[in-house]
């Protein structure tokens, strides 16, 4: 930031709060006293959030809304819940989540993932899907702990559950827009109400749009990447005929073209995780060309169409819902891989007279990638059966099925391009049971049976590109290393359990205990084909669960303090070996992991002015299996490298990296979270306000080995909103700021043949302004 802007941003913020000094005085009490009621879906029917049997944490109105006021993605959300990380080396796209230290570091297209993004009741499978832009929100539900019995595979981490406001027969509206340096531009709107008798219907739209501020100091090219353009709706129709039947059509979109992530080649030095004299948060040098028309500078261009079609019918003491949707989505992404440049020959790229074949730094050779994401189509279909009485028993039961197929097109510079193709098919069924044994005791008990059946098979390889060649049948002929490999199928049916109880100490307080089980799918891995390897397979990994919880609303109802432990253990812990000379990734089956913690969720109304909140989380996680070895950092056993960074892990032959003891990858040990917001009112129709943010990261582990390199400890961000919010005429006016302090946090790496590293966005600041009508 320039010394004009700082200026001028401290004299809006001193003007703010000389105003609201000289107003305060005469002005009554904004609003009352005491914390809102909070219901959640996490068991599939509306609930206090203080009642249910789960460690769940929600997100709404003004502390949502604060995360994505600079035009972030849905990263914005990691560490800003307690337990809850999210990462990416996809830019935009392909979101990789983590609740209490398990998540999947895979990048791959075809990636499965612990963690399911469910929205508007419709679980996002694929990772490109799980992307989808975030507007017109009305609550966030991060939910911990496996939850296999409700909502199926592949939730063994937890649930983030998103609710989009729905169509009412009142008529509502707002338009939201906000505007920020490095040309970042954001509008937001939405309008709802009733159409005809019995059918209302709401639409809103989302524009978010950043300018390319990024150098290319290789080409010269000035404001070359980092910028992105993406545009979203939604259409919503609700009927409604009756208390007895509603259908709830959901139509929606997202269009996105901008810059996959930003690869920064050896901004660490061998020794050492700080970012070294080759980081420029504004200028990276690329070379990568994919089409031989000159660097590409990681383009990004993704689209996802979608509908869903949700029906609920009331009968004598139940409710029967069905849940029918489809989604489609294409793209594609490309990455200078290495980072950096390598020429054919030296040149003097300073202008000192000195010569260098690679920059920055050492790169052993030059690397790029781009991946197309192609007919993607993903089916489900729930069916529920649920009690809708007073008893002491409630039940529900159901059915699900989902079908998807896409395929996957990897295009490297060398090797050309090769398409392997995904199908996977699902079915489960499943019931939960909850009984009030007396007026304090609760118990709740699942299962569910699942059967997941995924396929994969190749097809064209390397084309129009280059292929390593091999005497491989030792005829004396040598040959390219393209193999006509047999499709790959893989089945298999789990059961998946729980048993819960919920204990009310009195009506304030309750205690909770949670015995869960779950597991995530077997998974395939096709990625090195497009390489000259073989396709991997991973076995299903299982997991067991046991936590205990207290959820207490204090000093009469202005302290809400929610608090859970938790141990976990996996088997079978299905891990991506992602590195190595080759940069290869290949799926494998650790043992067992484990991982114990705590996760702590507190709310304090300190007055009718005073609103703070806090969150912290600890997860401990280790590696349990003796004989799993990976290789570390370019490290090649045929070549005889043995890496760029400082192993800190045994090495049995010298080359593989023993990971037995080891954290998780991405598996933040702490996370630390708080908000304050001070409001005073103006007059007797508005107040001014005051919102900050802050969100802690503590000591990571970015790989499955251990390096000085790559871990991270102490990344913190901060955000700030001064504003002005009118009650009579519905709108606000703010000043915002994202990552104020301008913090330069590593957010990962590239396991290759340099020290590559991935930072956070810089500062965003601006102004914002919202009006709604009713």
Sequence with gaps: MTNLSKAALAVCIHSA??????????????????????????????????????????????????????????????????????ES?????????????????????????????????????????????????????????????????????????????????DFD?????????????????????????????????LSQDRSDWIDNGYTGENDAFGGFDEKAWR??????????FSALLNVHGRELDGTAS????????????????????????????????????????????????????????????????????????????????????PADINGDGSTELTFPGSIAFDAKTQDNLNDLEQFTQEIRLASETDDALSWQTGAFYYDSSFNVTSVDGLYGATTVFHENTTWAVFGQTSYEINERLNVTGG????????????????????CLVADFNGDGITECQIQDYDDINVDDGQISWELSANYKVDEDTSLFAR????????????????FEGAPSVADAETINSIEFGVKSDLLDNTLRINAATFYYQIDDMQFSAIGGGANNVALVNADKGTGYGFEVDAQYVANDYLTLTAGYSYNKTEIKDDTLTVLPCGASEAFGSTGNCTVLDPRPNGFNASIDGNPFPQA???????????????????????????????????????????????NVEGGLRIGYENFEHNYTVALFGRNITDEENVKGAIDFNNLTGIVNQPRIFGIEAKVSFY
């Design 17 to 86: 709060l000389f105003s609201h000094a000289l107003n305060a005085q005469e002005a009554p009490a904004a609003k009352d006293k005491g914390l809102e009621k909070i219901t959640v879906t996490a068991q599939k029917r509306t609930q206090s959030i203080q009642e249910v049997p789960i460690s769940i944490a929600t997100l709404n109105g003004e502390r949502f809304e604060s995360i994505f006021s600079g035009g972030d993605d849905i990263l914005a959300l990691a560490v800003r819940v307690p337990g809850l990380y999210a």
């Design 89 to 169: 080396s996809n830019g935009r796209v392909a979101p990789r989540f983590y609740i209490r230290g398990l998540g999947n570091t895979d990048f791959d297209l075809a990636a499965s993932q612990p963690v399911s993004i469910v929205m508007d009741d419709v679980v996002k499978e694929n990772v490109s899907l799980k992307s989808f832009p975030l507007f017109d929100v009305a609550q966030v539900e991060v939910i911990r702990g496996p939850q296999g019995t409700l909502f199926g595979r592949n939730t063994t981490a937890g649930i983030v559950k998103f609710d989009s406001v729905k169509p009412t027969e």
């Design 173 to 205: 509206a707002y338009a939201k827009m906000s505007v920020g340096n490095l040309g970042t531009v954001n509008v937001e709107g939405a309008v709802g109400g009733g159409l005809a008798e019995d059918l209302s219907g709401r639409f809103s739209v």
């Design 235 to 244: 259409g919503q129709l609700l009927y409604s005929p009756s208390e007895d």
């Design 262 to 345: 930003v690869f920064r080649a050896n901004v660490f030095t061998k020794g050492s995780n700080d970012l070294n004299q080759n980081f420029d948060r504004d200028k990276i040098y690329y070379d990568g060309d994919i089409d031989g028309n000159g660097p590409d500078n990681n383009p990004q261009e993704y689209s996802n169409y979608g509908a869903s079609l949700k029906l609920e019918v009331g009968m004598d003491d139940m409710s029967f819902t069905s849940i029918t949707a489809y989604e489609e989505a294409d793209g594609s992404s490309l990455g200078d891989i290495d980072g950096g440049v390598v020429l054919f020959a």
């Design 447 to 466: 299962i569910r049976y699942t059967h997941d059946k995924k396929s994969l098979r190749v097809g064209e390889q390397n084309v129009g590109g280059f």
């Design 515 to 530: 015995f869960a089980n779950g597991f995530r799918a077997q998974s395939i891995q096709g990625r090195d084909v497009a």
């Design 668 to 714: 933040p040990e702490s996370i630390f979270t708080f908000t304050a917001r001070y409001a005073v009112p103006m007059g007797n129709d508005g107040e001014f306000f005051a919102y900050t943010d802050w969100a802690y990261q503590g000591d990571t582990n970015l790989f499955l080995y251990e390096s000085v390199e790559f871990q991270t400890d102490g």
